[in-house]
């Protein structure tokens, strides 16, 4: 390949991860040509360090921990070999193979090598064998994902990111976390499992303060009585190692670490895991070569034929939502003729820790903030009323709550967290996204006994005006 091979396509996605990919197939069902530029692994983040491994890893440590919460069923116990080798399979070995015969199937032209925008709709392609040109005769999307925020305090310390946890290879003694989102809880449930000594260090006052109150609060006792330690408003002021030797993914990178915080003391570990958040994968896709910033992309401040979705772009970000977004763009551009999208779609999102956390839409503190107090009522349960979710485990423990608008009577949020949560959630966003009086969900009997019957738990104690 040189620098005068070039390739048209209709659509030019930057991105090869899922949604990346979404955006692809929906242009070429439609009836467009789709080229995908990618410089890594084909099925991106998710597929092989965030979401698959993840939850690979996670569903066997919670099938283990259900066991020691059912009388007349023998405990199971986690075997570090096995769950590392389920992890595996679950990323196919880090061979996207598949991922490339999917790509095939699909009429989708696979660009290796890493794409900057050149010009209007023009790509340049760095790859192994050279450099392309791939031009868009009508568009060109950038789904780059994001990328870990490292804080300057970790410079020299070689810290782990998220896809050192999720590729872990050799288990350190004693790992410190960094951090209190659904990165670092996931991670620390899981690490713990397989045997590290965990302590999770957390800035602010609890942790995964985006949700409702009461779902930090809850999961901080379960990460406790699993022996990981919390410390809350620990902000990390240095960070050394005593030396440092990057071995590569996955692997011990050298001596201990030590880590002062400003008002916790100082804490040592072997490795230390920087789960801080991320942020826009934007800094070398050509967005100078066309004098706009990583600012334009958030406000939606773009060319019309230049798109940006998922992680990279201004929605939420979670690869759900991206793949949403994805769909929704590569049938436009496709010129699909589709019912046309709620002005605000709720945002699902399931914490797979042990409990779960599973919500959408917005917490009572939001509701309140957009709509005043006397605008909102909600209703709270225990997660073990219903008959259904008593029976998962027999100490089920967790809350259920929604959060209603009285004006319209309709549910603007919910959050649930206890055993399999996360399967209580798609009711929630129908019933958030079909604007379904709560008058009418009344009438949506749940079967018996399943944890559906929270539901009606919580409906019944709305006022009456209301059901």
């Given amino acids: ?35 995908l530029v990618e410089g890594e692994l084909l099925g991106g983040e998710c597929s092989y360090y965030a979401c698959m491994p993840s939850k690979a890893l996670l569903r066997p440590i919670d099938v283990a921990h259900t066991t020691a919460h059912l009388p007349g069923v023998e405990d199971a116990a986690v075997q570090p070999k096995e769950l590392l080798a389920r992890r595996d399979t679950w990323v196919s070995h880090y061979d996207d193979s598949g991922q490339v015969e999917w790509a095939d199937g699909a009429d989708i032209t696979l660009v290796r090598g890493h794409g900057r925008i050149v010009g209007e709709r023009r790509v340049e392609v760095s790859g192994p064998d050279g450099t392309r040109t791939v031009t868009a005769d009508r568009t060109v999307v950038l789904a780059t994902g994001s990328v870990p925020v490292v804080p300057p305090v970790f410079d020299g310390v070689s810290p782990w990111g998220s896809r050192d946890a999720t ?14 989102g659904v990165i670092a809880v996931e991670a620390a449930t899981w690490m713990a499992a397989l045997g590290s000594q965990v302590r999770v260090l957390v800035r602010g006052p609890a942790l995964l303060e985006k949700n409702e109150p009461f779902a930090g609060d809850i999961v901080r006792s379960a990460l406790e009585k699993a022996g990981i330690a919390v410390v809350l408003g620990a902000d990390v002021t240095s960070a050394v190692r005593k030396h440092a030797d990057d071995t590569g993914l996955g692997r011990i990178h050298g001596g201990e670490v030590t880590v002062t915080t400003s008002a916790s003391g100082t804490f040592t570990a072997d490795e230390v895991l920087v789960a801080t958040g991320r942020r826009p994968n934007l800094a070398d896709v050509g967005l100078d070569a066309l004098g706009l910033s990583a600012g334009d992309v958030r406000s939606g401040t773009l060319p019309e034929w230049l798109h940006a979705v998922g992680d990279a772009g201004p929605g939420a970000p979670l690869t759900h939502m991206g793949k949403y977004e994805a769909r929704v763009l590569g049938s436009k551009l496709a010129g699909a003729d589709e019912a046309p999208a709620p002005a605000n779609v709720p945002v699902p999102q399931v914490v797979f820790t042990d409990p779960q956390v599973a919500s959408v839409g917005q917490t009572e503190a939001e509701a309140r903030s957009a709509l005043g107090d006397d605008a909102v009522v909600t209703s709270e349960v225990g997660f073990g009323t219903a008959a259904g979710t008593s029976l998962l ?17 309709v549910v603007m949020g919910a959050t ?16 958030i996204v079909g604007e379904v009086p709560v008058s009418v ?11 559906s019957e929270l539901w009606l738990r919580m409906l019944e104690q709305l006022p009456r005006d209301l059901r």
């Fill in 1 to 35: 390949m040189t620098d005068t091979d070039e390739l048209n396509a209709d659509v030019v996605v930057i991105g090869g991860g899922p949604v990346g990919e979404n955006v692809a197939q929906y242009a070429v069902e439609g009836g467009l040509s789709a080229a």
């Fill in 393 to 409: 485990r027999d100490d089920a423990d967790g809350r259920a709550k929604i959060v209603v608008d009285r004006r319209r009577g």
């Fill in 167 to 180: 590729g872990v290879v050799e288990v350190p003694e004693r790992l410190l976390v960094v951090g209190g």
């Fill in 441 to 451: 969900l009344r009438h949506a009997v749940p079967s018996y006994p399943t944890a």
């Fill in 416 to 431: 649930f967290v206890g055993p399999d949560a996360a399967e209580l959630l798609h009711a929630a966003t129908i019933a």
